[in-house]
C-alpha cells in the first residue's frame, strides 16, 4: 500500500495520517524484519525437504552430497498483461509441497520526464533502490528462474526436473545455460491440472465452433456431439 492510498484509508476511517517519511520509515522496518522472518522460514522449509530425502527417496543423493529435486517453478505478477514492475517467481518441491526458494524481480519504469530521471538518479543515490531487473515484465519469470537454478547449489539441491504448466520459454533458457552440467540436463515434465485444463478448454471451443458453424449454414440437423468427461465438466 503506497502512502496517498493509506492516507485515503485514514481519511475514511476517521484516523489521523501519517507523514510520508514517517510512512517511509515504518515500510523499510517491516520489510527489514520481514526479509529476516523469510529467511528463517526458507531454512527450516529446505532442512525439512532435505530429512523427507534422507528417509524416503536416499538414491535422490549424490555422492558429494547433493539433492536431485524435482521442482514445481512459476511465475506471477500484480497485475496482468505483463504490465507489472514486479514480478516473483517460486520453486517447490514435488513431493512435499514446500517452498524451497523464491526470486522477486523489480524494475523501474522507463520515462523521459526530466523531472523522473531526477527522481531516479537520487533514488539510487540514497541506496535504497529495489530494483534488480531491466527488461519486458514477461521477462521476469525466466529471468528468475535462471537465478533460482544458479544458487541451488548454495542449499545443497540441484532441481533436475522442472514441472511446468506448458510455457517452454523459462525451459529452453535453463536448458541453454546448462546450469546443472553436461552430465545433468534439466528434465521437464507437464503439469497434469494444467493439461487436462488445456484439454478442456480446446473440446469447448471445438464445440462452440462445430455449434456456430452449423447455424451459419443453416442446418436442421444438431452439430455433432461432443462428451466431454467428467472429469473436464468441472467449473474452471
Not at 149 to 162: A, D, F, I, P
Not at 200 to 221: C, F, P, Q, V, Y
Request: with cysteine.
Amino acid at each position: 500500500m503506497v502512502h496517498s492510498r493509506m492516507q485515503k484509508l485514514s481519511e475514511g476511517l476517521g484516523l489521523p495520517g501519517l507523514h510520508h517519511k514517517s510512512y517511509n520509515t515504518h515500510v523499510d522496518d517491516i520489510f527489514e524484519k520481514s526479509s529476516e522472518v523469510m529467511e528463517v522460514i526458507l531454512a527450516l522449509s529446505r532442512e525439512k525437504v532435505l530429512e523427507f530425502y534422507r528417509q524416503n527417496h536416499t538414491e535422490a543423493f549424490q555422492d558429494n552430497g547433493t539433492l536431485d529435486l524435482a521442482v514445481s517453478f512459476d511465475g506471477c505478477w500484480p497485475k496482468r498483461g505483463h504490465i507489472s514492475k514486479l514480478g516473483f517467481g517460486a520453486v517447490i518441491d514435488v513431493h512435499t509441497g514446500l517452498d524451497v526458494d523464491f526470486h522477486a524481480s523489480v524494475k523501474n519504469e522507463k520515462e523521459d520526464a526530466t523531472a523522473y530521471e531526477v527522481w531516479l538518479n537520487e533514488h539510487k543515490a540514497s541506496g535504497k533502490c529495489m530494483a534488480n531487473f531491466k527488461g519486458s515484465s514477461g521477462a521476469m519469470e525466466v529471468e528468475a528462474a535462471l537465478m533460482l537454478w544458479k544458487r541451488s547449489m548454495q542449499h545443497q539441491m540441484r532441481y533436475t526436473v522442472l514441472v511446468g504448466d506448458g510455457d517452454t520459454k523459462t525451459f529452453l533458457a535453463l536448458s541453454n545455460a546448462n546450469i546443472c552440467g553436461d552430465g545433468c540436463p534439466i528434465e521437464k515434465e507437464e503439469c497434469v491440472n494444467h493439461v487436462s485444463k488445456r484439454l478442456n478448454t480446446g473440446l469447448r471451443n471445438l464445440k462452440s465452433s462445430l455449434t456456430e458453424k452449423s447455424i451459419r449454414n443453416g442446418a436442421k440437423d444438431k452439430p455433432p456431439t461432443i462428451l466431454l468427461h467428467e472429469s473436464c465438466q468441472r467449473q474452471q
